[in-house]
T-cell receptor, first 114, second 111 residues
Framework: DGGITQSPKYLFRKEGQNVTLSCEQN?????MYWYRQDPGQGLRLIYY???????QKGDIAEGYSVSREKKESFPLTVTSAQKNPTAFYLC?????????????FGPGTRLLVL | EDQVTQSPEALRLQEGESSSLNCSYT??????LFWYRQDPGKGPEFLFT???AGEEKEKERLKATLTKKESFLHITAPKPEDSATYLC????????????FGPGTRLSVLP
């Protein structure tokens, strides 16, 4: 089955610690995205990538970093600089960025701070 | 600045009671409007994409419509399993690089 997988489902971060969220897709999509979801707010874009080895900051990139070394993978690192990391993180992909293509989402990772 | 609002924030319906959810948007260069369904603790599930004013799409009890300023998600004779949060999103910008999501409408359908 084609789709997007995210791991882990739950992640706990200690103060000062960097943590990495995994996102893998087997849809052969060029574009991938990371969003943050907080209660009562719309999804907010953290980073997006149009193609391998290229990525752009979204609206709330501070305290986060990404890499895109493979088409299938787009991991997100939440660094210690992100002071309020508790949220639900969603990864998405689409065929291409500049076309009017639907984004498909993974199941999400909930990050909690200890 | 591109903006998307949704109303109502929450809606409770009796099973079989039809209603509509609203998504209003202010964007420059709309490239597409998307509706998603999200169950608690899960990722959004794609429902519809609308590209131009006047377009309509249907799927089972759901029908989405689009005007130049807003979109409606009509729910006909809803069932309890339709209970979820419904998200609206727009893609805009010269390169389609702007994605803006609304806060969602939380729908509860009571048996």
């Amino acid at each position: 089955d084609g789709g997007i997988t995210q791991s882990p489902k739950y992640l706990f971060r200690k103060e000062g610690q960097n943590v990495t969220l995994s996102c893998e897709q087997n849809l052969n999509h060029d574009a991938m995205y990371w969003y943050r979801q907080d209660p009562g707010q719309g999804l907010r874009l953290i980073y997006y990538s149009q193609i391998v080895n290229d990525f752009q900051k979204g609206d709330i990139a501070e305290g986060y970093s990404v890499s895109r070394e493979k088409k299938e993978s787009f991991p997100l690192t939440v660094t210690s600089a992100q002071k309020n990391p508790t949220a639900f993180y969603l990864c998405a992909s689409s065929i291409a960025l500049m076309r009017q293509e639907t984004q498909y989402f993974g199941p999400g990772t909930r990050l909690l701070v200890l | 600045e591109d903006q998307v609002t949704q109303s109502p924030e929450a809606l409770r319906l009796q099973e079989g009671e039809s209603s509509s959810l609203n998504c209003s948007y202010t964007v420059s260069g709309l490239r597409g409007l998307f509706w998603y369904r999200q169950d608690p603790g899960k990722g959004p599930e794609f429902l519809f994409t609308l590209y131009s004013a006047g377009e309509e799409k249907e799927k089972e009890r759901l029908k989405a419509t689009l005007t130049k300023k807003e979109s409606f998600l009509h729910i006909t004779a809803p069932k309890p399993e339709d209970s979820a949060t419904y998200l609206c999103a727009v893609q805009a910008g010269n390169y389609g690089q702007n994605f803006v999501f609304g806060p969602g409408t939380r729908l509860s359908v009571l048996p």
